[in-house]
Antibody
Framework: EVQLVESGGGLVQPGGSLRLSCVASGFTFSNSWMHWVRQAPGKGPVWVARINTDGSTTNYADSVKGRFTISRDNAKNTLYLQMNSLRADDAALYYC??????????WGQGTLVTVSS | QSALTQPASVSGSPGQSITISCTGTSTDVGTYKYVSWYQHHPDKAPKLMIYEVSNRPSGVSNRFSGSKSGNTASLTISGLQAEDEADYYCSSYTTSSTWVFGGGTKLTVL
């Protein structure tokens, strides 16, 4: 059974940093491109970033470029999202998701990030 | 990249059919066949219902179907059931090598 379990969310002050983690199981993690997607309350999902199988290729949404870094550790079956210079509009439920090639085909349950002073 | 445009809400009675539209541009929906649809029940993870415009993953009911014309994709649900009540999101790959989602459509089964 495919499982993606996110952690690391919480309350952070504006300008602060947070690192999210996502542990994958039930599939060959090292063969899958992975994504982070976020969703603010009452809004649609917003794609954040993706990474290829060995971590050599990454893409970011313009809104997070230069502030967020996606990375992975295939030995630990873990995906990361380092978030720096956090702003109020970064507050959301952050989902880890697997790429099935032409679509994001599986999502975790999400971890909540709150940005407030 | 602007979000894809979906109606905020649609509704239908059990047994009826409904269609949800998803309008993008020539930089996303209009260019690629990589359009997907997701079903999202509260407090659950979103679930892939349609990929590559019209393909259903294994296990998804054939009551769900997808299509595309120009810059607009559509999701049709036939034979509406109470369990279909959820939020639905479309998504597309873009010419910027990014992904874009729709704002979501709340489906109410009357």
């Amino acid at each position: 059974e495919v499982q993606l379990v996110e952690s690391g969310g919480g309350l952070v002050q504006p300008g602060g940093s947070l690192r999210l983690s996502c542990v994958a199981s039930g599939f060959t993690f090292s063969n899958s491109w992975m994504h982070w997607v976020r969703q603010a309350p009452g809004k649609g999902p917003v794609w954040v970033a993706r990474i290829n199988t060995d971590g050599s290729t990454t893409n970011y949404a313009d809104s997070v470029k230069g502030r967020f870094t996606i990375s992975r550790d295939n030995a630990k079956n873990t995906l990361y999202l380092q978030m720096n210079s956090l702003r109020a509009d970064d507050a959301a439920l952050y989902y880890c998701a697997r790429s099935g090639g032409s679509a994001i085909d599986f999502w975790g349950q999400g971890t909540l990030v709150t940005v407030s002073s | 990249q602007s979000a894809l445009t979906q109606p905020a809400s649609v509704s239908g009675s059990p047994g009826q059919s409904i269609t949800i539209s998803c309008t993008g541009t020539s930089t996303d929906v209009g260019t690629y066949k990589y359009v997907s649809w997701y079903q999202h029940h509260p407090d659950k993870a979103p679930k892939l219902m349609i990929y590559e415009v019209s393909n259903r993953p294994s296990g998804v009911s054939n009551r769900f179907s997808g299509s595309k014309s120009g810059n607009t994709a559509s999701l049709t649900i036939s034979g509406l059931q109470a369990e279909d009540e959820a939020d639905y999101y479309c998504s597309s790959y873009t010419t910027s090598s990014t992904w874009v989602f729709g704002g979501g459509t709340k489906l109410t089964v009357l």
